[in-house]
């Protein structure tokens, strides 16, 4: 499979060639949407409570006899399906989100993603990516003269220039090759891997 080599100004220099395994595998909708729901349930804490009939502090006492009233019979004014009762069936903060995805299907999921963006012509490769200072300013400038708006940046090693300047632009995101998931390959409309990410993507995850 080959890549486009992109320079400084954005434009396809050359073309590198790269692992047919990692970015020349058929798309499989069912497998990725699979691998990205699953990234996003195990991201998820359980913080959420909510209070069962048992812990509303209310009265126990029945709230009105039982016949002659003309309303249905009531038992205590915790009852769910009164206004102010507890939930029939609670949320819990010790709830497990958490979906099992094995070692194989998750990297094949990642390669299909690849794949397609590849595919798509949303997936370039660069010699490196640096700033020389940390000002977002130089980062905005640098990327504005590539013509990029929203990309996602996968480097080898990410350097404090880089990270500092890129914490302030919302569109932007920079990540190590182990930092790198599904859902923020699938999210930006452009991706671009170092040379040196590369290597280290086709040895991680073939």
Do not use: C
């Not at 998820?44 to 009939?53: H, L």
């Not at 507890?86 to 010790?94: E, L, T």
């Amino acid at each position: 499979m080959e890549l486009k080599l992109l320079n400084d100004q954005g434009q396809a220099a050359s073309t590198l060639q790269a692992s047919d395994v990692l970015f020349g595998r058929d798309y499989n909708e069912a497998l990725v949407h699979q691998v990205v729901t699953a990234y996003m349930a195990n991201a998820r804490s359980g913080n959420r409570k909510q209070k069962g009939r048992a812990e509303i502090a209310k009265s126990t006492r029945k709230p009105f006899r039982q016949k002659g009233t003309g309303n249905a019979r009531a038992g205590m004014a915790s009852s769910p399906l009164w206004r102010g009762g507890g939930k029939i069936f609670p949320s819990s903060p010790d709830e497990n989100f958490s979906q099992k995805v094995n070692r194989k299907m998750y990297r094949a999921g990642v390669a299909a993603i690849l794949s397609q963006l590849a595919r798509e012509d949303r997936l370039a490769v660069v010699d490196s990516f640096s700033v020389e200072a940390p000002k977002t300013r130089l980062l905005s400038q640098k990327l504005k003269g590539m013509g990029l708006d929203s990309v996602l940046v996968i480097t080898d090693e990410i350097d404090e220039n880089l990270f500092l300047s890129s914490r302030n632009l919302h569109q932007v995101l920079v990540l190590e090759v182990h930092e790198a998931d599904p859902v923020s390959l699938v999210r930006f409309p452009k991706v671009l891997v170092t040379k040196g990410a590369l290597a280290k993507m086709e040895e991680a995850w073939q």
